[in-house]
């Protein structure tokens, strides 16, 4: 059994309380929505690509505490990347999340950022809270305009 | 079959409280532990638990007595015929209605009210109105929406006030020479909110309309007489009536059910097939339509029975002191807002936590053991009306001790403790 507090670490909370890069940018080259319609979580990710790399992220939407710091920890991480990279650490992100990456098995980088929300992978029910924000953003990125809804989606 | 109007359909004429311990111990799951702790089953409105009594019933059933219903003329198959329809005998007291022909099994109450969309509704033309109340579950909205969509008719909603009580004027203004249904829930799932359903039937009939009443969440908590409240079609569940999930009730004046066409067709509704005509079987048989779910009926039947065994006056009083019980501890939880604070009221706690969402809510009190619904309760413009996207809710059943409810409060309180 896992303790609520690998859940609900002192650094989602915050990021939940105080979500970075809650915003709607003026010019976003890309944008996506995203659905849960299981708990009625919206999101919707803004993107500015320039030169293939991702000039700026940012969301708006509203959602439990998982979701609201998902999104949060993933705009500060994708800042910077380049659209590979970025698709790169929402496979990990993905793996990490579902428990498929095991834990202390991660390769550095970025995703060691992120492994706060690692704890969500011994809460099946709450997987999608944490991923829905990446799968927008990965729409974004290949189907900029579309909608992506959780009923369609694994994890 | 028949009997006399308006007899109180249960035994239990006078409230007597009762051991709940005792109650617990003929529901099996009560005694499992979740994550560690006790289980603290809080989500009865969803599905509720089932009785020893429900689950024997439907083993003995399967393991005695079963064969198809209503085909055979050998043993096995003039019994289950006969415990079949002495399941519709059982419900049609539970409700007091006339006949048993006035019982048809459907498969939950979403597809009774379906049939009665379906069947009744055939004969609705554009412009025709159906009012419904601000509060329903999707299952008494989205038939007639598309109803709406097939017959051109106009649906109306009659309001709720701050407190998730009818605003009746509201309701009788709609009331007009169009409206040709009133289809409205007994008790909301969502917020717990018992409707006056006797002055809504008096006000619709005095208008010319029918009313059809959604009781999934009335059934398990009080004695329903059809007869009495004089309701042209009444809908519920078995599984949210200590029954087995996939058999539900729709009682229908026999009148109506007449008047009605088939609902779904093949076996079983049928007096006569051949190539150039098929004649139809009278209600109930009509509108049941291929093999039945007659292990389900039986086990509705147990249902029925055991809770006959401990009596509606006394389980609502002791519903009643959970509800205020619970009303009260979550008064005292740090920013927390009830909603739905009806002065008639089940034993449904629907809240919001200010700074928490539902599903971390109710994620927190799982690790607890406590099983609590999260989301909208399949009642979105209920929650809109409210002005949240879901709450968390509490509901109780007759097996509810008063000291869930206190685990429930310490389980806010963890909450709380976790997001400041």
Request: aromatic fraction near 6%.
């Amino acid at each position: 059994m896992s303790d609520l507090s690998d859940l609900y670490q002192e650094l989602i909370l915050d990021h939940s309380r105080s979500p970075r890069n809650l915003r709607r940018p003026s010019n976003p080259t890309a944008s996506a929505k995203g659905d849960n319609p299981l708990c009625g979580d919206k999101i919707t990710v803004f993107l500015t690509l320039e030169g293939g790399r991702v000039a700026d992220a940012a969301f708006e939407g509203r959602g439990c505490a998982i979701s609201m710091a998902s999104a949060s920890l993933m705009t500060d991480a994708v800042k910077g990347k380049t659209v590979e990279e970025a698709e790169a650490l929402f496979q990990k992100f993905q793996a990490m999340v579902t428990g498929k990456s095991g834990a202390g098995n991660h390769d550095g980088g970025e995703i060691d950022r992120l492994s706060a929300l690692s704890g969500v992978q011994a809460y099946p029910m709450r997987v999608k809270c944490a991923t829905l924000c990446w799968h927008t953003m990965s729409s974004a990125l290949a189907h900029p305009g579309a909608t992506v809804s959780t009923e369609k989606l694994e994890a | 079959m028949t009997s006399q109007p308006r007899r109180s359909p249960l035994p239990s004429d006078n409230f007597a409280p009762y051991d709940v311990e005792r109650v617990r111990a003929d529901f099996p799951i009560l005694g499992r532990k979740v994550h560690g702790h006790p289980l603290v089953f809080l989500d009865t409105a969803a599905s509720a638990q089932k009785p020893n009594a429900v689950l024997d019933a439907m083993d003995r059933f399967c393991r005695e007595d079963y064969a198809n219903v209503h085909r055979g003329v050998y043993y096995l198959s003039e019994r289950a015929t006969h415990a079949y329809e002495a399941a519709r005998e059982t419900v049609r007291g539970f409700v007091n209605a006339r006949e048993a022909a006035e019982i048809v099994f459907t498969r939950n109450t979403t597809e009774a009210i379906n049939l009665v969309a379906a069947s009744h509704g055939a004969n609705f033309r554009p412009g025709d109105e159906i009012i419904l109340s601000a509060i329903e579950h999707h299952s008494n909205i989205v038939p007639w929406q598309m109803l709406r969509e097939r017959a051109g008719i106009v649906l109306r909603v009659a309001p709720v006030d701050d407190s998730g009580e009818l605003i009746l004027d509201a309701f009788a203004d709609l009331l007009g020479p169009r409206t040709k249904l009133v289809a409205i829930t007994h008790i909301s799932n969502a917020i717990g909110t018992v409707m006056p359903v006797a002055e809504i039937v008096r006000l619709a009939h005095a208008a010319g309309a029918r009313v059809l009443i959604d009781g999934s969440q009335a059934a398990p908590h009080q004695a329903i007489d059809v007869q009495a409240l004089d309701c042209d079609f009444y809908a519920f569940t078995g599984h949210k009536l200590y029954g087995p999930t996939g058999i539900g009730v729709l009682y229908g004046k026999a009148e109506l059910l007449a008047a009605m066409p088939p609902y779904q067709s093949g076996g079983e509704m049928i007096r006569s097939v051949s190539f150039e005509k098929t004649e139809y079987a009278a209600p109930p048989a009509r509108f049941e339509a291929g093999t039945p779910n007659i292990v389900g009926a039986i086990g509705l039947a147990a249902a029925i029975d055991y809770v006959a065994t401990i009596g509606f006056d006394s389980i609502a009083a002791h519903e009643q002191a959970l509800l205020r019980h619970g009303t009260a501890l979550l008064s005292e939880v740090k920013g927390l807002r009830l909603v739905g604070t009806a002065r008639h009221k089940a034993a449904i706690l629907s809240f919001v936590i200010d700074g928490v969402h539902p599903h971390d809510v109710a994620t927190i009190l799982d690790r607890s053991g406590i099983a609590v619904r999260a989301g909208h309760h399949c009642a979105q413009p209920a929650m809109e009306r409210f002005g949240v996207s879901g709450t968390s809710r509490a509901s109780c059943g007759l097996y509810t001790r008063l000291d869930e409810l206190d685990a429930l409060a310490q389980g806010l309180a963890r909450v709380r403790e976790i997001f400041g």
